[in-house]
C-alpha cells in the first residue's frame, strides 16, 4: 500500500503567501510531537496518484505509550471522495469504519496499518490514506533548530536512501496564528526491488508548529502525484 511519488517540488516559504517570516530566538527553536494519551488533531487529507485520487477529513488520536515502544495513534476518515476505478459509495463506507493504526517512534518516523475490512479496494484506499498520515509524522532532533540546521533519517519501508530534512526558518501562518518551523525535505534512492524497483526523487516540506504537531505537510511530483494534509 502506499504511493511511490518521484521528483516532487515543494511550495517555497518565499512564495507561500499564508506565511510571514518571523524572528527566530538566538537559541533556536524546539518542536517536537505532542503525543501525550488524548492528544488529538483534526484535519484534511488529499492523495493523487496520476488519474487516481482520494479526498477525506481526517482525524487522530494519541492512545499513548505503546509496550513495544513508542506511541500508539488511531486515525478515522469522514467525507472520502475519490476518483478511483470501482469506488462507490459502499466502498467509502468501509474505508470510514477502517481501524487505522499508526505506530509513532519516538522523535517521529510512523508506520501505518490497517486491519483487514473485508474489501481488497477499500483496504487500498484506506492503507493510502494512512501512508499519507504516517509520513507526516516526520522525525526532528531533541534539540533547538535554527535555519540551516539540517538532519538526515531512515528511509521509509520498501525503499532507500536516507530522508533529508533542513530549517528554512521560523513562520506565522496568517489563516492559523500558529507559529512554525518550515522544514524542507528531501528522499533520493530507488523504491521497490528487483526488477521493478525505480528510482525517486522526492521533494517537498512540512510546517511544524511549535505548539507540538506537524500543521502541513505537501509533496507534489511531475506526474500529477501529490499528498497534501492539513490539521490544526
Not at 479526498?55 to 515502544?69: M, P, V
Not at 487500498?124 to 509524522?137: C, K, N, Q, T
Not at 530534512?165 to 492559523?176: I, K, N, P, S, Y
Not at 522526492?202 to 511549535?210: D, I, N, S
Request: hydrophobic fraction near 45%; aromatic fraction near 6%.
Amino acid at each position: 500500500m502506499g504511493l511511490v511519488l518521484v521528483a516532487l517540488a515543494g511550495l517555497p516559504a518565499c512564495r507561500d503567501p499564508n506565511l510571514v517570516r518571523i524572528e527566530q530566538p538566538a537559541a533556536g527553536v524546539r518542536v517536537f510531537h505532542d503525543l501525550k494519551a488524548g492528544t488529538a488533531r483534526s484535519g484534511h487529507v488529499n492523495v493523487k496518484d496520476g488519474a487516481r485520487e482520494v479526498d477525506a477529513d481526517a482525524r487522530w488520536e494519541s492512545l499513548g505509550d505503546a509496550e513495544e515502544g513508542g506511541t500508539r495513534v488511531k486515525a478515522s476518515f469522514t467525507e472520502i471522495a475519490t476518483v478511483w476505478p470501482g469506488a462507490d459509495d459502499a466502498v467509502h463506507d468501509l474505508v470510514g469504519r477502517a481501524e487505522v493504526t499508526i505506530q509513532v517512534a519516538t522523535g517521529g518516523a510512523a508506520t501505518a496499518t490497517v486491519a483487514p475490512t473485508g474489501n481488497a479496494l477499500a483496504d487500498e484506499i484506506a492503507g493510502v490514506l494512512a501512508d499519507a498520515i504516517a509520513r507526516s509524522f516526520v522525525v526532528v532532533p531533541p534539540k533547538s533548530l535554527k535555519r540551516g540546521d539540517d538532519w538526515t533519517w531512515a528511509p521509509r519501508a520498501g525503499t532507500t536512501g536516507d530522508i533529508q530534512a533542513a530549517v528554512e526558518g521560523l513562520f506565522r501562518m496568517r489563516d492559523t496564528g500558529l507559529d512554525v518551523l518550515e522544514l524542507s525535505l528531501r528522499q533520493k534512492g530507488t523504491a521497490g526491488g528487483g526488477v521493478s524497483a525505480a528510482a525517486i526523487d522526492e521533494r517537498g516540506r512540512a510546517l511544524f508548529a511549535t505548539d507540538g504537531f506537524v500543521a502541513l505537510y505537501e509533496i507534489r511530483d511531475r506526474t500529477g502525484g501529490a499528498i497534501a494534509l492539513r490539521f490544526q
